[in-house]
């Protein structure tokens, strides 16, 4: 009886999950969808004898954390040729007809996220995998089981017992909207587009988290060794039946005036797809014709894509805003007229510096021409001056400090003007603040952006240092807190007493110094006293810390305010020492290695821990100082030619291991040409 329930419910939901997330046409109500998908739950918890990997409940992920393996493609991901011009597009054209007379071409959308390949095993999703550099990815099933326009299973019977299928994950502009104002919420950095949102995704080592992000998952080409279509066009009808979600915005084309005219249209109806486009992609339908047609070292020459050119608007200039930052660097911001652009609806955009806004002679009232690059904050390009208004007079840059009037300056090499106030500037202070508490830094997450500034306001913290001294008295009081907020803060204030020194370095908000610089400081000075005691020689020995760097410590460290705020955080308890090292064994102590490539067994980062943890240094770039170039696949021929000539020992993984295992033993040269 209840395994009946269970596969009944099983049916309907796999049926309901094709209507809602592949055909886009519900039929039923999200919340009996839900009460049929908690039953399931139930009954699945309460009988786990019936447990089936394929159930529609396992799209919900899970918690464990999860390492991606590198696996090979059994069908290298080649890339696109890929051009902005009309004219290139149709030499295309001729030379596809010049080799193979008059064909049909299929014209798709090229859609704008993250390539995946789907194995398929007798009807089951075997395995997923990215594109990686073309020839191997990361294995991402656990993911991609979460996404629901995935089939676990296909339906139908007359798919071939083995394939793959390729596409793209996307993330539609709704989800990708909405995670970046939760990421905002809770002072996270922003995704800079929906393709950079799809792919980190993918990489999550959650699929809990995956499941929550909405992705979708769209087709565009099968591949196998005995597929049994003679068409592009088919595969795809096919794919459609067993259950895939392929775009119905496809066409076959007969003619350069036909691929234009689907250009043409699509050019302009993207703007109301609800997820991201980057252009057309033109294929040869007929596989026959593809295989007299060919390849090149890197991409079939039967396809091309022909890329839009990135969407612009133009709106009027309302008004310039000057934003202060924590380093005190000013930012011009422009208030627009709100319009639609790449899906959304932009209202502020930046303009980033005086010198720029000089160059475009931008001015209120003009309209302008507004551009999403590939980052969060849509740019200004330049202004239709045809629209100029009469009275329109050049815009005259500020010369104090928006908030707290100090004259500002500019320093040498930098195109942006700063306000030098740093230990009275409003949102100097705050922005410091809530750079320290940040999830990254010392991690206070029962801070947010709006309580610092009401601390702040109330007098109760005027620098990071203050933190400490906070009482749960003082701030339960003060509006929307309360008491139960109030303890909530001063608790999670303490426990960032616990919060690693290379994550208090970060914490400090040095200028330059970020999450890495920190973490190499960390690791080379071991403590704070050594990083402020160092001179800018000594500072520049730290990996990846640079004349500029050294300078922004030698800085920090010459003010007195800063040193008086270390040492209130040094009697609060802060970690200024980075924990000593526990080493599995000194078998490496002496020893520097450089890793390079990718290798079977681990990650780079792994064996990077291994050598630290076994008393081995890690460098950066091979030099004569380095005795081990641990090398995986494809390492880079100019290492290789490097090390040859410095005569560095090139050992591979297995032998690195082996060298762990061995006490730390060289293991002896291999014979020529073994290693690869
Ligand atoms: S076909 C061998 N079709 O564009 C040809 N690719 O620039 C394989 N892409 O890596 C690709 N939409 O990630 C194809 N309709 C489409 C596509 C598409 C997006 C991506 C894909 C590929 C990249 C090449």
């Known amino acids: 009886m209840v395994r009946e329930r269970i596969e009944e419910l099983r049916r309907q939901l796999e049926f309901h999950n094709h209507k809602y997330y592949v055909e886009n046409a519900p039929a039923i109500s999200d919340f009996e969808f839900d009460r049929l998908m908690r039953e399931l739950q139930e009954l699945e918890a309460a009988h786990p004898e019936f447990a089936d990997p394929d159930s529609p409940s396992v799209r919900v992920g ?13 069908y290298p991901m080649l890339s696109l ?52 550099d073309g020839v191997e990815g990361d294995d991402v099933t656990a993911n991609i089981r979460t996404v629901r326009s995935v089939p676990l299973r296909l339906r139908g019977g007359d798919w071939p017992k083995f394939f793959e299928i390729r596409g793209e994950v996307l993330m539609p502009y709704a989800s990708f909207d909405k995670i970046n104002a939760e990421r905002e919420a809770a002072g996270e950095p922003l995704f800079a587009n929906p393709r950079n949102a799809a792919a980190g995704t993918l990489k999550q080592q959650q699929s809990a988290v995956v499941a929550r ?102 709106t009027r200039l309302l008004s310039v805003d000057f934003q202060v930052g924590r380093t005190g660097a000013v930012t011009p911001v422009a208030n627009l007229e709100p319009v639609r652009l790449a899906g959304t609806s932009v209202r502020r955009a930046t303009l980033h510096n005086a010198e720029q806004m000089a160059l475009l002679d931008i001015r209120p009232g003009d309209m ?38 100090t004259p500002l300056v500019r320093y040498e ?86 919060v690693p020194f290379h994550r208090v370095l970060f914490g400090l908000g040095i200028r330059f110094v970020g999450e890495t610089t920190a973490k190499y400081l960390a690791d080379h000075f071991r403590s704070l006293d050594a990083v402020m005691h160092a001179s800018r020689e000594e500072l520049v ?30 009697d609060a308890g802060v970690q200024f020492a980075a924990e000593e090292r526990v080493l599995a064994s000194e078998v490496l102590a002496g020893k520097s290695f450089v890793i390079s490539g990718r290798f079977a067994d681990h990650s780079r980062d792994e064996l990077k821990a291994l050598i630290e943890a076994h008393g081995g240094r890690n460098l950066a770039a091979v030099s004569a100082s380095v005795d081990f170039i641990v090398a995986g696949e494809n390492m880079g021929p100019a290492k290789l030619k490097k090390a040859e000539k410095l005569g560095v020992r090139i050992i591979s993984e297995q032998e690195f291991i082996a060298m762990i295992q061995g006490g730390g033993a060289v293991p002896a040269v291999p014979a020529q040409g073994e290693l690869f």
Not at 81 to 104: C, D, K, W
Not at 541 to 552: F, P, Q, S
């Open 213 to 314: 992000r909405g992705l979708d998952c769209t087709l565009y080409q099968l591949s196998g060794d005995d597929l049994p279509f003679q068409t592009h066009w088919q595969s795809l009808q096919k794919a459609r039946e067993w259950g895939f979600k392929v775009s119905d915005c496809a066409r076959i084309c007969r003619s350069a005036a036909e691929v234009d005219a689907f250009i043409a249209h699509w050019d302009a109806a993207r703007r109301e797809l609800p997820f991201p486009t980057d252009g057309v992609v033109i294929k040869v339908n007929s596989f026959a014709e593809r295989r007299k047609i060919g390849f090149t070292a890197k991409a079939p020459k039967w396809a091309v894509a022909y890329k839009f050119k990135a969407e612009q608007a133009l």
């Open 81 to 132: 040729g890929n051009t902005y011009s009309l004219g290139e597009l149709h030499e295309f054209l001729e030379r596809i007809e010049r080799e193979a007379g008059p064909v049909e071409y299929v014209c798709e959308l090229k859609f704008d996220g993250t390539a995946i390949s789907l194995t398929y095993e007798n009807g089951r999703l075997l395995r997923a995998v990215t594109r990686g």
């Open 541 to 570: 020995e730290a990996d990846e810390v640079g004349g500029k760097i050294a300078d922004a410590i030698l800085d920090y460290f010459a003010d007195a305010d800063n040193l008086r705020i270390i040492g209130r955080l040094r």
């Open 62 to 74: 899970s918690d464990i954390t999860s390492e991606f393996r590198t696996v090979r493609h059994r």
């Open 413 to 498: 090499g930098e195109a942006k003007h700063y306000c030098p106030n740093q230990s009275g500037c409003r949102p100097q202070i705050i922005g410091r603040i809530i750079h320290f508490i940040r999830r990254k830094a010392m991690d206070i997450d029962g801070l947010g952006e709006e309580t610092v500034e009401l601390l702040f306001h109330n007098g109760l913290v005027r620098d990071i240092s203050d933190l400490y001294d906070l009482r749960a008295e003082q701030l339960a009081p003060l509006p929307r807190l309360g008491e139960k907020s109030a303890e909530n803060i001063v608790r999670s204030v303490q426990a960032s007493l616990g």
């Open 368 to 405: 302008v021409y507004v551009e999403k690059g590939g980052e969060i904050i849509p740019k200004i390009t330049g202004v239709e001056l045809s629209e100029r208004p009469a009275d329109s007079r050049p815009f005259k840059y500020i010369e104090v400090c928006p908030v707290c009037s």
